[in-house]
């Protein structure tokens, strides 16, 4: 990649603005949190475990970043100018944004990859701050590998509580980790968390006694791995003598890579690693994915008036099918208005509702684009049954369709949708009848003032 454009680097400065200052708002809740436990005379005899961060900088953004992160999971690419046009908003409550990946590499400085990168450090690592002043006596820095999954045997430890072995009667998995508490009064103790593998989308690591061998299958913007994970390229680390992992030892020492690759492939036998999936996207399908599925099988889900907060997985799968959503409603005096059905929210999904007395349905395709139909007519007071028609075009995911409203049987509205969501709509936002709780799925009402004001009897979600 050459120099960057006066447009890259405008909009990469904000985004390292806007990052850098959730850091620092982030920061300042922290404090907040520690000030209420001081100011509770508690600050003492409290422990703290506060992990910076959750893995290495995430290069999820590409190489421009994302004004929706939703584009990322549906495969969708962004463009600078159209992401220009937007900088002002950048990191508001219209925005899910991400940092383009350059950012990421340079925030894991002075290691080497990122987030979903298990094959180095700089994917994996991150600070922890332990404080515990009544028990802790110095303020010292311990260096002693440790992992996420030490937390918890590290807090039973500390309370004085056993590991439970059942849980209501269901006999629970050891726990794997090993507590920390060891290193509290002894800055040279032998660690005792002496293996531990890692592995996300073929990337894979492990760590033995001051060694890691590691190998990258897939980096995060890359959209198909290197090379069969049969064929990947191993690296070796003296992480005791190397820090940060900058002296690739496999070619000199071919018989500790050997050794700690068999090592891997054991650790990995043993807590349920194999066999390795390395597709990405396609594991938000859990059809693709061949995993268990709450609504494996279902064509129809029938939900009424007051369910609302159905995520994404425990919702009939909508996508890359026709669809057709029955309504059927009570319309009061004077017309309705609101939110009979939706999905998702701002940043991908679709919804059913009234709007001045009349119907109307909203696709939102991954936060870039709105489709919406609207009624021609008013729907007359009493009970009426709405019926919202979308007929996909098939040939492939994320394809288009076409959206019809008909109210009693009778037509009143039709358009097109040209793109559609082919793998997830929000990693936050629900399903809900009656209302829109999260964020607005349509700009066409108001967020958080959108329930519907007349009577849902039921609703039905039919897909072919």
């Known amino acids: 990649m050459g120099e960057l454009t006066a447009d890259e680097k405008k909009l990469f400065a904000r985004q390292m603005e806007v990052f850098a200052a959730f850091a620092t708002h982030t920061d300042n809740e922290i404090g907040r949190v520690v000030q209420a436990i001081e100011d509770l005379g508690e600050f003492d005899n409290t422990l703290i475990l506060y992990v910076v961060g959750d893995n290495g900088a995430s290069a999820e953004g590409g190489m421009a970043g994302m004004f929706n992160e939703m584009t990322y999971f549906n495969g969708v690419e962004e463009s600078v100018p159209n992401m220009l046009k937007n900088i002002d908003k950048w990191g508001g409550p219209e925005t899910f944004p991400h940092m383009a990946a350059g950012w990421a590499v340079a925030g894991n400085t002075p290691f080497m990859w990122t987030k979903q990168v298990a094959a180095n450090f700089g994917g994996t690592r991150n600070p922890l701050v332990i404080s515990w002043p009544a028990r802790i006596k110095a303020g010292e820095i311990r260096s002693q590998f440790h992992h996420v999954i030490d937390i918890a045997p590290t807090v039973l430890e500390a ?22 508490m060891y290193t509290f009064d ?44 049969a064929d990947d390229i191993w690296e070796l680390y003296n992480v005791d003598e190397d820090f940060s992992e900058t002296n690739d030892l496999a070619a000199s020492n071919p018989a500790k890579l050997k050794e700690l690759q068999a090592l891997f492939m054991k650790e990995a036998e043993r807590y349920r690693v194999l066999p390795i999936d ?34 994404e997985n425990a919702f009939i799968n909508v996508k890359n099918q026709s669809v057709t959503i029955t309504a059927d409603v009570e319309i009061p005096a004077g017309g309705a208005s609101g939110v009979i059905l939706c999905q998702g929210g701002r940043f991908g999904g679709w919804s059913l509702y009234a709007k001045d007395g009349k119907p109307a349905y909203t696709y939102n395709f991954v936060g870039l684009q709105e489709y919406t139909v609207n009624g021609s007519e008013r ?13 996909y075009d098939g040939n492939g995911r994320g394809k288009g369709g076409t959206s019809t409203i008909s109210v009693n049987g009778r037509k009143v509205g039709s358009g097109r949708v040209e793109r559609t969501n082919p793998n997830i709509f929000s990693a936050d936002d629900a399903a809900d009848v009656g209302v829109d709780e999260g964020t607005n799925v349509s700009s066409a009402y108001k967020q958080r003032e959108n329930k519907f004001t007349g009577k849902i009897m039921k609703v039905q979600v039919d897909v072919k």
Request: zero cysteines; aromatic letters at 8%.
């Open 159 to 180: 309370a004085g509580l056993p590991e439970p072995k059942t849980v209501n009667g269901v006999v629970q998995t050891p726990m794997e980790g090993v507590s920390m």
């Open 278 to 311: 390395d597709r990405a996207l396609e594991r938000f399908d859990p059809a693709m994915a061949g995993r268990p599925d709450l609504m494996a099988g279902r064509k129809s889900l029938t939900v009424y008036e007051g369910m609302t907060g159905m995520m």
């Open 379 to 391: 729907i007359a007071p009493g009970k009426a049954t709405i019926k919202l028609e979308f007929a």
């Open 186 to 229: 002894d800055p040279k103790a032998a660690g005792r968390h002496r293996t531990q593998y890692f592995e996300i989308f073929g990337n894979r690591a492990i760590y033995h006694d001051g060694w890691v061998a590691a190998t990258v299958h897939k980096a995060p913007w890359e959209a198909e791995p290197r090379r069969r994970l």
